[in-house]
């Protein structure tokens, strides 16, 4: 994908989403720095995958690459730790998505992708599955708990069972790893998202503004987007990436350049 675009647009995402060495990530404060300015970045992928990474900008460069064996490779292993490190300070919200996909939203974003993704609290018996239910209501009584704990507590004795409602509840913006534990045993610990991102997950916002914003971060960060790359990077659907993006055009931010392709305007007229 990246091969199709022009050398400036490479440029200009080696300098907003730290792909150089002099940009790269090393603390969990220059993380954090990173999601409020691109707004929203994957975890851990590599460059075979588009869109900001944590794990790329830790590299500070464009070809990197996730190796098989991320413990001894320092670089995975620093990244790994930050990511660990975010959660547990809860400035940034973490979480999977549609398509699993692990990611790191700023707070200024968050009520967009929650107007994308989240469910009210009366769609959730309609929307949610019986154990990711159960699971909620444990949640509502303890606010926190240990992945063990929890799915005794939800009465979910089947992993997989659990694990999928889980990946359910965080995709909708009900439920967020607050915390991780490698002694004695790895656990994540549960905790309800509206406890850490109340205000956020409480402001209200119609859906075709959230597509627009959602499209201008990425758009700002990426200087162009390809076709299909802004629904493949968010889980958003094509026809509403779309959207989003046809917005920005009719603000002027944003000119189309081909079908499905967009630039920020100022760019374009390179």
């Not at 190796?67 to 809860?90: C, F, H, S, T, Y």
């Not at 597509?211 to 026809?239: C, Q, S």
């Not at 046809?246 to 920020?264: H, K, N, S």
Request: with cysteine.
């Amino acid at each position: 994908m990246t091969a199709s675009l022009p050398e400036f647009i490479e440029s200009h995402r080696d300098q907003s989403w730290r792909r150089d060495p002099e940009l790269r990530i090393e603390t969990e404060l220059d993380a954090e720095r990173f999601v409020e300015d691109v707004g929203f970045s994957a975890g851990l992928t590599d460059a075979r995958r588009p869109g900001p990474s944590l794990y790329i900008a830790v590299c500070g460069r464009r070809d990197a690459h996730m190796p098989r064996n991320v413990q001894k490779d320092p670089e995975a292993r620093l990244a790994w730790n930050i990511k660990d490190e975010l959660l547990r300070r809860g400035r940034v919200h973490y979480g999977k998505l549609r398509g699993n996909r692990s990611i790191f939203v700023s707070r200024k974003l968050l009520p967009y992708f929650n107007s994308v993704f989240g469910i009210t609290r009366v769609q959730e018996e309609s929307v949610l599955s019986e154990p990711a239910q159960n699971i909620l209501k444990v949640l509502r009584q303890e606010w926190e708990m240990a992945t063990r704990d929890l799915r005794a507590a939800s009465g979910i004795a089947d992993r997989p069972t659990f694990n999928k409602a889980i990946e359910e509840l965080q995709r909708v913006f009900k439920v967020i790893p607050s915390d991780v534990v490698y002694e004695p045993l790895f656990t994540y610990i549960w905790s309800l998202a509206e406890a850490r991102f109340h205000v956020e997950l409480g402001i209200t916002v119609n859906r075709e503004e959230a597509l627009k914003e959602i499209a201008r971060a990425y758009l700002k960060g990426g200087g162009m987007t390809l076709r299909g790359e802004l629904a493949r990077v968010t889980g958003i659907p094509n026809p509403e990436a779309g959207l989003g993006n046809w917005a920005l055009v009719d603000e002027g931010f944003a000119t189309r350049m081909a079908p499905g392709v967009y630039c920020v305007t100022e760019l374009a007229r390179r």
